[in-house]
């Protein structure tokens, strides 16, 4: 009566190193997605900056961009 119970606790370890396995092969892939992500927000925000005409607005975008170029630049690193 115990091998069934063993069996099925042995088939779910092996699904989940199984799903470990794939997290680590994908990583990159979530990594440049998120770069891509920031970089997509960098541009948006530079077209909001050309248009408004509010100094303090522009010190707000300005402090967001470099955020964003940050994180663009850590999330695309190797």
């Given at each position: 009566m115990?091998v069934p119970v063993?069996?099925?606790a042995l088939?779910?370890?092996?699904?989940g190193i199984k799903?470990?396995?794939l997290?680590r092969?994908?990583?990159h892939?979530?990594?440049?997605?998120?770069?891509?992500d920031?970089?997509?927000e960098?541009?948006?925000?530079?077209y909001?900056l050309?248009?408004?005409?509010?100094?303090?607005?522009?010190?707000d975008?300005r402090?967001?961009?470099?955020?964003?170029?940050?994180?663009?630049?850590?999330?695309?690193?190797?």
């Amino acid at each position: 009566m115990g091998v069934p119970v063993l069996d099925s606790a042995l088939r779910v370890i092996g699904e989940g190193i199984k799903y470990l396995n794939l997290l680590r092969k994908t990583s990159h892939v979530r990594r440049l997605r998120k770069a891509v992500d920031y970089g997509e927000e960098f541009i948006l925000l530079f077209y909001d900056l050309v248009d408004e005409p509010d100094a303090g607005e522009k010190r707000d975008i300005r402090k967001r961009m470099n955020y964003l170029k940050k994180k663009f630049f850590q999330y695309n690193q190797g």
